[in-house]
């Protein structure tokens, strides 16, 4: 949207917006240097800094891109089964490993009762390719960004089993960030992008501009995605697939605050999946990898409401989370696992 809308040239800066095929190659352009920024899920700038998956390489979160803006979507097949206790040998697709698709999805199997690693199969699919892999039957479902949620009740394949806004209301998603070299090296250019990508968040958030939002990142050179689908996402009126058209205006959102308690969540739920062994020092890295302190410097520069704090308490699934005390929330999980 700040291409398209010129945000990247007011901030006197010459941007090209390249669509890559998938997380991991994203992942491995920005390690190599070939990007200079890019748009994350907002895991991976963790688990790359740590070095899960790939070698170690610092990496930080400038701003949350969305908040909200996914959902469980299910092959029309399961219309009558809908309750997750009975999703034994079901093979869900999701973005990549280090992604809140797979962390709220297992979270939701697991309080279902199934485990996420041996009840069901979690398979990598490139969102571009999830509607396609539910109409071929290859699987019964996936958590995905949308507008693939939405392209897939328009495609009369799927239908909307439970927006992810209903686990989590304002959980976040994608991320925008970029190498603690590159800001090191180039502070006014970092700068600049942070400005042009708040400001397109600023316009975002307002209801009133999301249709238009929908008309410029429509075309091929963006998301390729019917203006309809994006429409009915942004706005937050559609048809679920199983015959109702809902109203849910804030299905997804704009919040570019990157609370570091969203990134303690992350940490908790790659220790508690075995992402990461050994013990986690996770206010440090929360802190390390998201900016908080410059996201709220640079809103005051343009103007924009800053809210306080950093480590604000969040509500999963009806159980609360207080960063604070990620550690005993982390092994929690660990003895019903075993259990």
């Keep these: 949207m700040a291409h398209p809308l010129g945000f990247y040239k007011q901030q006197g800066l010459n941007v090209e917006v390249t669509k890559t095929a998938g997380w991991a190659l994203i992942r491995d352009k920005m390690m190599n240097k070939e990007y200079d920024a890019t748009h994350f899920l907002s895991p991976m700038p963790l688990a790359i800094s740590m070095g899960l998956g790939s070698n170690a390489t610092p990496m930080n979160v400038a701003t949350i891109q969305n908040i909200n803006g996914q959902a469980i979507t299910l092959a029309l097949k399961h219309k009558d089964n809908r309750d997750p206790k009975n999703w034994k040998g079901f093979k869900f697709a999701i973005p990549f490993e280090y992604s809140m ?8 199997l697991a309080e279902a009762g199934l ?11 490139p ?4 509607v396609a892999n539910l109409r071929a039957g290859n699987i019964d479902g996936f958590l995905g960004p949308d507008p693939f949620n939405q392209r897939a009740v328009y495609e009369e394949v799927g239908f909307i089993h439970v927006l992810t806004k209903d686990l989590w209301n304002g959980h976040p998603c994608c991320a925008f960030g970029t190498s603690t ?3 090191q090296k180039n502070p006014n250019t970092f700068a600049a992008l942070y400005r042009a990508v708040l400001t397109a968040a600023a316009m975002a958030r307002d ?9 410029v990142i429509a075309p091929q050179a963006y998301l390729n995605q019917p203006e309809a689908v994006l429409t009915q996402v942004l706005t937050g009126r559609f048809p679920d697939g199983l015959g109702n058209i809902r109203n849910v205006p804030d299905r997804v959102d704009f919040d570019p605050m990157p609370w570091q308690s969203m990134a303690v969540w992350m940490l908790t739920q790659m220790k508690r999946w075995g992402y990461v062994k050994g013990d986690i020092n996770y206010k440090q890295i929360a802190e390390k990898v998201f900016l908080i302190t410059d996201a709220k410097k640079q809103m005051k520069a343009l103007d924009q409401k800053v809210p306080d704090g950093a480590f604000p308490k969040f509500t999963i699934m009806g159980k609360e989370f207080d960063a604070a005390k990620a550690d005993a929330y982390a092994k929690s999980f660990a003895i019903a696992k075993a259990g």
Aim: hydrophobic share 40%.
């Design 101 to 108: 698709h797979n962390f709220l999805l297992r979270y939701y």
């Design 115 to 125: 485990n996420p690693d041996t009840d069901v199969q979690l398979r990598v699919v």
């Design 127 to 130: 969102p571009a390719e999830m």
């Design 181 to 183: 070299e590159f800001i």
């Design 207 to 215: 209801p009133k501009n999301r249709e238009l939002i929908a008309k």
